[in-house]
């Protein structure tokens, strides 16, 4: 009887369908999470050069590293608690810094295919960018590297779930599909 059933047409047909269902899911679902990955690095991206450019401002304008430096960076951050930021001389002397801890520099990763860099602090993972700027009219502060990320948590979060749900999704579909082939 068994024997039987694996030699059906209907059987075969059933099993080439439900192949072919697989690898066209499988491949979907690559392509929207790669179009998911895309769209959060560009959100990023547009967000944290804004930030830059803010913060080059605000170091243009302000020539001596004083405390109302520091009281403009701190409300220039305001509203962004998944933004960190650390701005630091070339000797590596750190001018102001929103971060939890010191962003070495040496720890910081950079992506083979993207101009960005990943680190991690207490458990939360950054993706960011190193900005090296030079001030003409500060001469407190001729130049100073900015480091300014954001923490991909909610992104890393939303993307395993989304890849679980399609996975359930894909399974389903190629059950129903698999069945309904075996039928018809």
Request: charged share 20%; hydrophobic share 45%.
């Amino acid at each position: 009887m068994t024997h039987k059933l694996f030699n059906a047409i209907s059987f075969r047909i059933a099993i080439i369908f439900s192949l072919s269902t697989v690898i066209i899911l499988m491949i979907m679902g690559l392509v929207i999470h790669q179009l998911v990955m895309h769209h959060f690095e560009t959100q990023d991206r547009t967000q944290l050069e804004g930030k830059i450019q803010l913060l080059e401002n605000l170091l243009e304008q302000n020539p001596a590293n004083t405390d109302e430096l520091n009281i403009y960076l701190k409300d220039a951050l305001i509203g962004h608690h998944d933004l960190i930021v650390q701005i630091e001389r070339p000797t590596g002397q750190i001018i102001f810094s929103s971060a939890p801890a010191v962003i070495k520099t040496r720890a910081l990763v950079k992506s083979r295919h993207t101009p960005w860099i990943e680190w991690e602090i207490q458990n939360k993972t950054y993706r960011g960018l190193v900005y090296k700027k030079s001030f003409d009219r500060n001469k407190s502060i001729p130049s100073a590297q900015i480091i300014v990320g954001i923490d991909t948590s909610e992104h890393l979060h939303f993307l395993n779930d989304f890849r679980r749900q399609l996975l359930y999704i894909g399974v389903l579909g190629t059950i129903c599909l698999m069945f309904l082939g075996w039928f018809a």
